[in-house]
C-alpha cells in the first residue's frame, strides 16, 4: 500500500533529504519553519517513515535520530562533548554476514557509533 502524501509528509521529507547528519525529532522541529508542523505530528511522521523504510533510525545516547534512507549504510563518530556527528563508512557487513551464516542468523539490520572528543573540543579542553 503506497503512502499517501500530505503537505505536511511531504515538507518534513524535502527537510530530511537536505540533511547530512542524522537528526532528532526535536531538532527537527526547532530547524523547521515556526508553526509548520507540532512535535507529535513530527514524531508519528518519522514513525510512518520509519515503517515504510523511508528513513533510517539511529539510536545515540538514548535519543531517536532520523536520517533519509539511502543505498549508503553509514555509521557516525560522536562527540561527547558537543554533539557533533562525523559520518564514516560501514566496513563490518561482511564479518556480520560470516558471523550470521556461521550461526544461521538472520540479520535484519546494524548500527555502530564510535563515541570519543572531537578536534575543537580537546582543543578546549586542554586549555581549561
Known sequence: MALKMTKQRQLLLSFLQKQKTPLSAEMIYAKLPTGSMNLSTIYRTLDTFANYKM????????????????????????????????????????????????????????????????QTCQEANLNH
Open 55 to 118: 528513513v533510517d533510525k539511529t539510536y545515540l545516547d538514548n535519543t531517536t535520530y532520523f536520517k533519509i534512507n539511502t543505498l549508503e549504510h553509514k555509521h557516525y563518530l560522536v562527540c561527547l562533548s558537543c554533539h557533533k556527528m562525523y559520518e564514516m563508512d560501514c566496513h563490518i557487513d561482511h564479518i556480520a554476514n560470516e558471523t550470521a551464516d556461521k550461526f544461521h542468523f538472520q540479520i535484519t539490520h546494524h548500527d555502530l557509533t564510535v563515541y570519543g572528543y572531537c
